[in-house]
């Protein structure tokens, strides 16, 4: 088996290696690899360049890498697999810029090839647009003839329909010698793996691809972002197939490694990415998104944004809460509006209602953090802990000065800056007296009035 992911990727216009431009949230030569790997050949060869930076390392030892240091077409890439891997049984090739062919299609293909006894069978489609694939060009009697890339074809050959997938099983003893008589004379000045299809002894089969979509290659960002779409509604499908109810398709985002339990809701404009794991019963958005977090059973999570974060089960969250990395909600915390958290442990059923900053800390169970409360926690060279303990009542706009240790069931006083410890089950205010004025306003508005007559009674 081999994956072709060296060459130039030109039409994508990016600095970016094109096989490692993610499609849900993966790289687009892993879902290839995937497919390769599902149908359990004996090795995974993948054609690299080694100067494109990334690639060998999204590989990542799960599979023989190959050098292909010059980009000089698909067949010099098939080229460089060395003589210990040429086998004389059936070789699998595709390529990485086609990541949606699910493994049943390439297992379907290789029972085909094993079947008939050709030298090469081809995954074929008839797509309604098959502008910029290769086309098979069919003799009397609908017998296969050749590959005509785009690039070198008539216009009559330009109007067939049905294309070469780039998706190969040849027999690896007719495949090897052919190749060594390739030539690079086209339009492109390249080595056409497709021209061994024409070198090759032996009987050439087809096979056609069911579903389209599968084949889809990527060579620009439009083809990238219709492999995005196709993606997603596999994703979403899944989900809904398993017990997820999304209530708006169309506008939420689910990366391919995400997991959802059954009998969660997902609410419109919700992207939830990377390596994030919702569980049952939860109601997730809208307008949320959620990256690289756990989400515990029968949580829920409205207008909000979480990176990094673990919710504990029946916790909820927002509207309008961020939650960074670090974060640990335990089981029925709430954290309300306009409330940002980072590298915080909130204990079981504390609230953090109302538009607070809670940094470095640490609070116990079943605490009530008032509306405003800040935990100053940077000093512009360091951060520094607040530990707050269970049952603790902090008064409203509260500012703890870190570090600092609040006991058990103590109390702040509503505005209170606290720069020292405050011992377990006491009271801590820091504020001036207030000082009332009786009957001042009446005062202060008759001396404005005045104020404001003489100046327009003045000629
Ligand atoms: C290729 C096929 C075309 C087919 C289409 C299907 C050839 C000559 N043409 O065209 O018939 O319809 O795919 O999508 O094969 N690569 C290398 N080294 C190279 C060049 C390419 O490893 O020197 C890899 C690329 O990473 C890519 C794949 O091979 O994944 C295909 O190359 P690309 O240039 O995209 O070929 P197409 O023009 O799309
Ligand atoms: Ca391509």
């Keep these: 088996m081999v994956v072709l992911a060296a060459g130039k990727g030109v039409r994508m216009k990016s600095r970016t290696p094109k096989v490692l431009h993610p499609i849900g949230g993966r790289p687009m030569l892993l879902w290839a690899l995937a497919a390769a790997q599902a149908i359990e050949p004996e090795r995974v060869l993948v054609v690299t360049d080694p100067r494109q930076d990334g690639v060998n390392a999204a590989v990542n030892g799960q599979a023989v890498t190959v050098p292909q240091r010059e980009p000089l077409g698909t067949g010099h890439a098939l080229a460089q697999v060395t003589p210990e891997h040429r086998g004389d049984g059936p070789v699998v090739v595709i390529y990485a810029d086609t990541p949606l062919l699910r493994a049943e299609t390439l297992a379907r293909l290789v029972e085909a090839h094993g079947k008939s006894g050709a030298a090469v069978t081809l995954l074929t489609a008839r797509l309604a647009d098959p502008h ?28 067939l329909q049905e294309v070469n997938t780039g998706v190969y099983c040849f027999t690896g003893s007719a495949l090897w010698p052919a190749l060594q008589r390739l030539e690079n004379r086209n339009r492109a000045g390249e080595y056409y793996l497709t021209d061994v299809v024409g070198l090759i002894k032996g009987r050439v089969q087809t096979v056609a691809v069911d579903d389209p979509d599968e084949v889809l290659g990527i060579n620009d960002r439009r083809q990238l972002a219709q492999a995005e779409t196709i993606v997603r509604r596999r994703m979403l499908d899944q989900l809904m197939e398993a017990g997820v109810t999304i209530i708006d398709p169309q506008t939420t985002f689910i990366d391919a490694a995400v997991a ?29 998104q959620i990256r690289d977090s756990t989400v515990e059973d029968g949580a829920t999570i409205e207008r909000s944004h979480l990176d990094g974060a673990g919710v504990g089960p029946r916790a909820t969250v927002g509207p309008f809460a961020r939650l960074r990395p670090g974060t640990r909600l335990e089981e029925g915390v709430k954290v309300g509006t306009h409330t940002e958290i980072k590298n915080s442990r909130i204990g079981p059923r504390t609230a953090v209602g109302h538009f607070s900053y809670i940094g470095d800390t640490t609070i116990g169970a079943d605490a009530n953090i008032g509306a405003g409360t800040v935990t100053a926690n940077w000093d512009g060279f360091a951060h520094h802990e607040t530990h707050i303990g269970d049952r603790v009542q902090v008064g409203s706009d509260t500012i703890f000065v870190a570090p600092v240790v609040v006991g058990n069931d103590a109390y702040t006083g509503a505005g209170s800056v606290i720069t020292e410890d405050v011992p377990g089950g006491s009271l801590a205010v820091e504020r001036t007296e207030t000082k009332v004025a009786e009957g001042w306003t009446e005062r202060y508005r008759s001396r404005r009035r005045a104020a404001a007559q003489k100046e327009v009674g003045q000629p």
Excluded: S
Excluded at 260 to 286: E, K, N
């Design 132 to 159: 910029g694939y290769g086309r098979i060009v069919r003799g009397r009697g609908g017998a296969f003839k050749a590959i005509v890339e785009e690039k070198d074809a008539t216009p009559a050959e330009r109007a």
């Design 260 to 288: 959802v339990g059954q009998d969660t809701t997902i609410h419109p404009f919700t992207v939830l990415a990377g390596d994030t794991r919702i569980g049952r019963d939860c109601a997730i958005g809208p307008y949320t």
